[in-house]
């Protein structure tokens, strides 16, 4: 890993040209897909020693997490508990649903609630939020409309104001933890 980050440095001393984000946009082009409007730091793309190097997205689950970032004024957005005391994000798009939810069930439902209070002070006050997740499946809400719905295993929620991780804060370094 030093290594990388000494080569990195050396790249930049002689490309004077070259803006960073560019460089830094290529090498992360799979591990985000959309805009971070300035929330997301080098460290937030840092992999578990679990996790997949990201990749295109193929088939109906990926094994590697990527981000997605929203603006509040272009979504729509609900935070609940479902049925089975899961918390769930599902972020509403120009047609296009993406449902976040827990890969397990909470026994209590204030343990569910907690969760959802956390997610809603991430996002309440702030003009953008990313999530960051495991995709798990797309299809189309209505074969009579052009609405479609992709579902991704909630990882972490990031904006301005903070971080959550599904990992308790083990994967949100520096930033306010939720």
Request: charged share 25%; aromatic share 16%; with cysteine.
């Amino acid at each position: 890993m030093k290594s990388i980050g000494i080569a990195l440095i050396f790249i930049f001393l002689f490309i004077g040209s070259i803006n960073f984000s560019r460089v830094f946009a290529s090498w992360k082009s799979y591990a985000i897909l959309t805009e971070d409007f300035g929330i997301l730091k080098e460290r937030d793309y840092i992999l578990r020693e679990s996790e997949s190097k990201p990749g295109p997205i193929t088939g109906n689950y990926s094994s590697f997490t990527v981000w997605q970032c929203f603006s509040i004024d272009n979504i729509d957005y609900r935070i609940t508990c479902g049925d089975s005391n899961d918390p769930n994000l599902v972020v509403i798009t120009s047609g296009h649903w993406h449902k976040y939810y827990f890969n397990r069930t909470f026994e209590d439902q204030q343990d569910c609630l907690d969760v959802i209070n956390r997610w809603k002070k991430l996002i309440s006050s702030e003009d953008s939020f990313c999530v960051k997740g495991y995709f798990s499946g797309y299809e189309k809400i209505s074969p009579h409309n052009k609405q479609e719905k992709s579902s991704w295993t909630i990882d972490r929620i990031k904006s301005l104001y903070g971080c959550w991780s599904y990992s308790e804060d083990e994967w949100c370094p520096s930033d306010k933890k939720l």
